[in-house]
């Protein structure tokens, strides 16, 4: 099996440390680190960025074909079409490529951004048909939020049944807008849906769906964790943040109106998120658990620093104070690094 390059290093570190500890001895390390092989290239990320360019380079394609007059007028006698057929041919063709991109990954299962770059022209598909058949019922205003949540249970159930983590993230952002448009229309946007505004929504929403993530333990839900976990995560901190600058207000002049320190205890409880999310990634050793909570800490103490000092102090020393705060942060954490790293300048095995 071979390895990159932080992988095989970790192998290498590792094999070093128990040969200190007693657990190997020397002829065994050294037939261990033989085997490692590192892969000197990442073909994998290559597959990734080729088909990153492949959608561009289509996108741009489609757009230099329409250019073109008679296509152009092709394109307006298509979409004269009644809208019913309009609806059923973007179904028909979600449809087939959800066929296509599960008999593809039933063939290969390492064809994975092949797989996923159909699923995802399959959910821009659904979302037009949807589009069309609403129009074709005559689907009121007051109603596009129950129309907007089939289409978040839509791509639920085939995210779940697929096991497609693309198709299940778009669900998830999906019923993130639902519930927004949900709460608008019934309340608009100057006034508290129970108690909250739009960003507290949106961050109980992610509270929720990180809860949820955490308890995905079975092996048939484990493609569909990471979405659920990281989109959690994300609507949490982000809005948290949002509520420690602009507080759970409805009314744009009573935020303005305000004094600072009214918005301190959202500031507080969203540092304080911040750190149980790195003190329990800490200890269950999930280190993307520990960035999310060091990042928007970060991002906090900065955001309460501008606050405080924008007016009072000149903008040059302002950016020059920021500047050498994130020096120090970035000399310790490569302090850390090095030190962590040491063995990797120990001599080499005898």
Excluded: C
């Excluded at 079975?218 to 979405?227: D, K, M, T, V």
């Amino acid at each position: 099996m071979s390895w990159d390059n932080r992988e095989a290093d970790a192998l290498k570190r590792a094999l070093k440390q128990w040969q200190q500890q007693g657990l190997l001895d020397a002829d065994t390390v050294r037939r261990l680190t033989a085997t490692i092989e590192v892969r000197r290239f990442d073909w994998r990320r290559l597959a990734r960025y080729s088909f990153l360019v492949a959608l561009v380079s289509l996108g741009v394609s489609v757009a230099s074909v329409l250019l073109d007059q008679r296509v152009i007028d092709w394109i307006a006698s298509v979409f004269q079409a009644p809208v019913l057929v309009r609806a059923i041919g973007l179904a028909l063709l979600a449809l087939g490529l959800l066929i296509q991109g599960q008999r593809l990954r039933r063939r290969d299962h390492r064809r994975r951004y092949q797989v996923e770059a159909l699923f995802l022209g399959a959910v821009a598909a659904i979302a037009g048909a949807l589009i069309y058949l609403a129009d074709y019922l005559s689907v009121d205003e007051s109603v596009w939020r129950w129309w907007l949540l089939s289409a978040v249970m839509v791509y639920a159930w085939l995210g779940a049944w697929l096991r497609s983590s693309l198709i299940w993230a778009v669900a998830l952002l999906t019923l993130a807008t639902w519930l927004l448009v949900h709460s608008v229309q019934q309340v608009g946007w100057e006034a508290l849906w129970y108690g909250m505004n739009p960003p507290a929504r949106l961050a109980l929403l992610g509270a929720a769906l990180a809860l949820s993530a955490s308890a995905m333990s079975r092996p048939a839900w484990r493609p569909l964790r990471a979405p659920t976990w990281h989109i959690g995560l994300s609507l949490m901190f982000i809005n948290l943040w949002l509520l420690s600058l602009f507080g759970n207000h409805h009314d744009p002049q009573l935020w303005s109106a305000q004094p600072q320190w009214q918005l301190w205890p959202w500031a507080l409880l969203a540092a304080l998120v911040s750190v149980a999310a790195m003190l329990w990634g800490l200890r269950r050793e999930d280190v993307g658990l520990r960035l999310y909570g060091l990042g928007f800490l970060i991002l906090n103490l900065y955001s309460r620093f501008f606050e405080q000092f924008w007016d009072s102090l000149h903008k040059g020393l302002l950016f020059a104070i920021a500047g050498a705060g994130f020096w120090l942060l970035g000399r310790q954490a490569e302090r850390i690094w090095n030190r962590s790293h040491s063995q990797d300048d120990s001599p080499p095995l005898q």
